[in-house]
């Protein structure tokens, strides 16, 4: 038997249908993910079931006695409590009363209601709830004594994560559970729900935890709920192989539509004799047509860009700075030239947008210097999303100065036009900010953005709240965008797909560059990690040795060698103009009328990406030995 059986859920706000004639089943120790575009009800679904909403018409059945859990999107602010009490309250009324009785004990309070609260506990077995706590603050990592609202965002999440899992659930729903967590966070989390062996639903837009946790993936499109039964890859798969299928039969389609639509702008010979079944179908057509582009509809961007930027940037030299005592930035030196894509990572609370400000002057360091080129453009993305105004619409917010024309490149667009690129409807457009999900909101601000032109793009946690299809897109957008881009991000194939190199907080202020993406730096970090034991280890047969402590510790390079170096750079800036060519053919309708062209070509882009890989591995090896 399923543990969670839904049938035929139906509900709606006032407007279209959120969920139409939803049907899931949950089946012990599946890992589900529920993907969609953003706004489309996977919330929705996951508070059904947790039943903090409920349905219009439909049936759910649980197993008997069944517990779920659900740790929602967004993390409460009003707990003034310690860590240790907040996970206790999850446990409902009991741990309520566990927690009144802590708090008497640690102040030596009235006696006779602390003797009346054991009796109750005792009655309803709430010292199990104690030990379960300790066991979760063991697991999560936390001291139950911290007050919770002194903690990060990232750690207020492993709390209420915690206070999810005191109920000892059967079941755990988790909505966007990476959002605002930093990567060592998202790891922990990772680790944690492969250990717990927990039947799990989620909503994800991190698609390296949805690849690595997920057995099953459900897909909500415009109210139906279509089930994969399947992982993330094989998702991808079948998904691609389904949307190649369609492309040929709509093909098909808009060209027997056209036909018809000759035909029914005939002449009065033709009119006299018009079949009135044939214009039945031929409205049918067209009404499908119309849903079909409403099925279909996705965000469309586009860059605003400035003049080009002098080739440095950004020259940062042994620049330091500290708050409170703490040092956030030591003696960090880099160079930011034009066209790079930089990325930044490090723990919750580190200094990354600190960093960004330095690096934009906005913050001056306490030591060292950093200069800036010629002609800089810089446009901001704030992860706080500060520059919204909450009681303004839409329109204002993009048009803070009224109007009703946006420009793009030297293009005017009306805004509304504007905004239905960004999946905003004219409807949609004027109201206030304060009412949009998150979601929305980074959607807002990337038209807003995108509006002013740039040729230095600064985003700080862009990817939070944004659908993968959405994420998709404007990783393509920044990575054909011919300005600098500096990116701090949690997101770690969003890093991969995008960043030339990352800049990564260690301790103490410590910030050092690596070439490449995260999985670059993963690499890196780890034989760097060992070496120091090896070289300690050969030094006292070394010594007294210099011509054979150099033979140990590099192999000179060969001439072929050194030839293979000079020439690698032109050759992986060639691959990725190749690249860069094939992306924006891919992307312009009028390639697809070539037979074979979009086979032809993702075969091509695969090469290009095994010998970009290549001839990177290559080039950072060559490198280290100079």
Same mark, same amino acid.
């Given at each position: 038997?399923?543990?969670?059986? %839904?049938?035929?859920?139906? $509900?709606?706000?006032?407007?279209?249908?959120?969920?139409?004639?939803?049907?899931?089943?949950?089946?012990?120790?599946?890992?589900?993910?529920?993907?969609?575009?953003?706004?489309?009800?996977?919330?929705?679904?996951?508070?059904?079931?947790?039943?903090?909403?409920?349905?219009?018409?439909?049936?759910?059945? =649980?197993?008997?006695?069944?517990?779920?859990?659900?740790?929602?999107? !967004?993390?409460?602010?009003?707990?003034? #409590?310690?860590? @240790?009490?907040?996970?206790?309250?999850?446990?409902?009324?009991?741990?309520?009363?566990?927690?009144?009785?802590?708090?008497?004990?640690?102040?030596?309070?009235?006696? /006779?209601?602390?003797?009346?609260?054991?009796?109750?506990?005792?009655?309803?077995?709430?010292?199990?709830?104690?030990?379960?706590?300790?066991?979760?603050?063991?697991? +999560?990592?936390?001291?139950?004594?911290?007050?919770?609202?002194?903690?990060?965002?990232?750690?207020?999440?492993?709390?209420?994560?915690?206070?999810?899992?005191?109920?000892?659930?059967?079941?755990?729903?988790? !909505?966007?559970?990476?959002?605002?967590?930093?990567?060592?966070?998202?790891?922990?989390?990772?680790?944690? $729900?492969?250990?717990?062996?927990?039947?799990?639903?989620?909503?994800?837009?991190?698609?390296?935890?949805?690849?690595?946790?997920?057995?099953? $993936?459900?897909?909500? !499109?415009?109210?139906?709920? &279509?089930?994969?039964?399947?992982?993330?890859?094989?998702?991808?798969?079948?998904?691609?192989?389904?949307?190649?299928?369609?492309?040929?039969?709509?093909?098909?389609?808009?060209?027997?539509?056209?036909?018809?639509?000759?035909?029914?702008?005939?002449?009065?010979?033709?009119?006299?004799?018009?079949?009135?079944?044939?214009?039945?179908?031929?409205?049918?057509?067209?009404?499908?047509?119309?849903?079909?582009?409403?099925?279909?509809?996705?965000?469309?961007?586009?860059?605003?860009?400035?003049?080009?930027?002098?080739?440095?940037?950004?020259?940062?030299?042994?620049?330091?700075?500290? &708050?409170?005592?703490?040092? +956030?930035?030591?003696?960090?030196?880099?160079?930011?030239?034009?066209?790079?894509?930089?990325?930044?990572?490090?723990?919750?609370?580190?200094?990354?947008?600190?960093?960004?400000?330095?690096?934009?002057?906005?913050?001056?360091?306490?030591?060292?210097?950093?200069?800036?080129?010629?002609?800089?453009?810089?446009?901001?993305?704030?992860?706080?999303?500060?520059?919204?105004?909450? #009681?303004?619409?839409?329109?204002?917010?993009?048009?803070?100065?009224?109007?009703?024309?946006?420009?793009?490149?030297?293009?005017?667009?009306?805004?509304?036009? &504007?905004?239905? #690129?960004?999946?905003?409807?004219?409807?949609?457009?004027?109201?206030? *900010?304060?009412?949009?999900?998150?979601?929305?909101?980074?959607?807002?601000? %990337?038209?807003?953005?995108?509006?002013?032109?740039?040729?230095?793009?600064?985003?700080?946690?862009?990817?939070?709240?944004?659908?993968?299809?959405?994420?998709?897109? %404007?990783?393509?957008?920044?990575?054909? &965008?011919? /300005?600098?881009?500096?990116?701090?991000?949690?997101?770690?194939?969003?890093?991969?797909?995008?960043?030339?190199?990352?800049? *990564?907080?260690?301790?103490?202020?410590?910030?050092?560059?690596?070439?490449?993406?995260?999985?670059?730096?993963?690499?890196?970090?780890?034989?760097?990690?060992?070496?120091?034991?090896?070289?300690?280890?050969?030094?006292?047969?070394?010594?007294?040795?210099?011509?054979?402590?150099?033979?140990?510790?590099?192999?000179?390079?060969?001439?072929?060698?050194?030839?293979?170096?000079?020439?690698?750079?032109?050759?992986?800036?060639?691959?990725?103009?190749?690249?860069?060519?094939?992306?924006?053919?891919?992307?312009?309708?009028?390639?697809?009328?070539?037979?074979?062209?979009?086979?032809? =070509?993702?075969?091509?882009?695969?090469?290009?990406?095994?010998?970009?890989?290549?001839?990177?591995?290559?080039?950072? @090896?060559?490198?280290?030995?100079?």
């Amino acid at each position: 038997m399923a543990l969670i059986n %839904l049938s035929n859920i139906t $509900i709606a706000f006032g407007g279209p249908l959120i969920l139409d004639n939803v049907t899931l089943d949950v089946q012990k120790g599946q890992r589900i993910c529920i993907l969609g575009p953003n706004g489309t009800g996977k919330s929705t679904l996951l508070k059904i079931i947790a039943g903090t909403v409920h349905h219009d018409s439909g049936t759910i059945v =649980t197993e008997p006695s069944l517990r779920i859990a659900y740790l929602q999107q !967004d993390v409460p602010d009003n707990f003034d #409590d310690t860590v @240790e009490h907040v996970i206790m309250a999850g446990a409902g009324k009991t741990g309520e009363m566990l927690v009144q009785w802590n708090r008497l004990h640690e102040q030596n309070g009235d006696s /006779g209601k602390m003797h009346t609260l054991h009796n109750e506990l005792d009655h309803h077995n709430g010292w199990e709830i104690q030990t379960a706590t300790n066991r979760i603050l063991s697991q +999560i990592q936390l001291d139950g004594k911290a007050q919770f609202a002194s903690l990060s965002g990232g750690l207020k999440r492993r709390v209420m994560l915690g206070r999810a899992l005191v109920v000892e659930p059967d079941v755990l729903l988790l !909505d966007e559970p990476t959002n605002h967590l930093d990567i060592e966070s998202i790891q922990w989390l990772e680790s944690f $729900i492969l250990g717990s062996k927990l039947t799990i639903l989620f909503v994800t837009h991190d698609r390296a935890l949805l690849k690595r946790l997920a057995t099953r $993936i459900v897909e909500l !499109d415009r109210g139906k709920l &279509y089930d994969w039964a399947c992982n993330y890859d094989t998702f991808l798969e079948r998904k691609q192989s389904v949307l190649n299928a369609e492309e040929k039969e709509w093909d098909r389609f808009d060209k027997l539509l056209a036909q018809e639509e000759v035909w029914i702008r005939k002449g009065v010979k033709a009119r006299q004799c018009r079949n009135e079944g044939r214009v039945k179908a031929l409205l049918r057509m067209r009404e499908e047509r119309r849903k079909r582009r409403e099925r279909t509809g996705s965000v469309t961007m586009t860059i605003s860009e400035a003049q080009r930027s002098g080739d440095l940037v950004i020259d940062a030299e042994n620049i330091s700075f500290s &708050y409170d005592g703490k040092q +956030i930035v030591d003696k960090l030196s880099v160079v930011v030239s034009r066209n790079d894509k930089i990325g930044v990572i490090g723990k919750n609370g580190c200094g990354k947008t600190t960093l960004i400000k330095l690096l934009l002057g906005k913050l001056q360091p306490s030591a060292g210097t950093v200069k800036f080129g010629t002609n800089i453009e810089v446009v901001y993305f704030d992860q706080l999303r500060d520059i919204l105004d909450p #009681d303004k619409t839409i329109w204002q917010n993009v048009l803070p100065g009224g109007g009703d024309t946006v420009y793009v490149n030297g293009a005017s667009k009306h805004i509304i036009s &504007y905004l239905q #690129d960004f999946l905003f409807t004219a409807e949609r457009a004027k109201t206030p *900010v304060k009412h949009l999900s998150g979601g929305e909101k980074n959607r807002l601000l %990337l038209a807003r953005m995108f509006t002013q032109p740039s040729n230095i793009l600064v985003l700080d946690e862009p990817t939070n709240d944004l659908d993968i299809e959405t994420l998709e897109l %404007l990783e393509e957008l920044l990575s054909e &965008y011919r /300005g600098t881009v500096i990116v701090v991000s949690h997101d770690r194939v969003f890093l991969n797909n995008l960043v030339t190199s990352t800049l *990564v907080f260690e301790d103490n202020g410590v910030v050092k560059e690596y070439i490449g993406g995260y999985d670059d730096w993963e690499r890196q970090r780890k034989p760097s990690e060992i070496q120091p034991k090896k070289t300690e280890q050969k030094q006292p047969d070394v010594k007294n040795d210099s011509a054979s402590g150099k033979a140990l510790t590099v192999k000179k390079l060969s001439y072929k060698e050194k030839q293979l170096l000079e020439t690698l750079p032109q050759k992986i800036e060639n691959l990725e103009l190749e690249q860069a060519e094939l992306n924006r053919q891919l992307s312009d309708p009028q390639y697809f009328q070539k037979p074979g062209f979009v086979v032809e =070509t993702k075969t091509r882009l695969s090469q290009i990406e095994h010998d970009l890989e290549t001839s990177f591995t290559q080039w950072q @090896e060559l490198e280290s030995r100079l």
